[in-house]
């Protein structure tokens, strides 16, 4: 079986560089990050008839918004 999905690389670079601002300016303290937030599965976005043009309309001829505040917004389960 197959599946297609969206790894929603604009949030996943995005979160990158939040994660280090926030870092910076002290509203995260990287040494106090459990396992389970340092490294971990971002939620992934299934694609298939039903929306493929919604898909398209936000991802490509779009870019979506986000709420750069909420780190963790995509998580969905550390990586083992």
């Known amino acids: 079986a197959a599946a297609t999905v969206l790894n929603d690389s604009f949030w ?10 926030a870092a910076r ?10 396992k389970a937030h340092r490294q971990y599965f971002a ?3 299934g694609v298939d008839q039903s929306n ?3 898909i398209i309309k936000q991802y490509v001829d779009g870019t979506p918004s986000y ?3 909420d780190l963790y917004a995509n ?3 550390a990586m083992e």
């Open 12 to 21: 996943q670079g995005g979160m990158g560089l939040a994660l280090a601002n």
């Open 25 to 34: 300016t002290g509203k995260l303290n990287v040494k106090k990050i459990d």
């Open 43 to 45: 939620k992934a976005i």
């Open 52 to 54: 493929v043009n919604d």
């Open 67 to 69: 709420d750069w505040s």
């Open 75 to 77: 998580y969905v389960r």
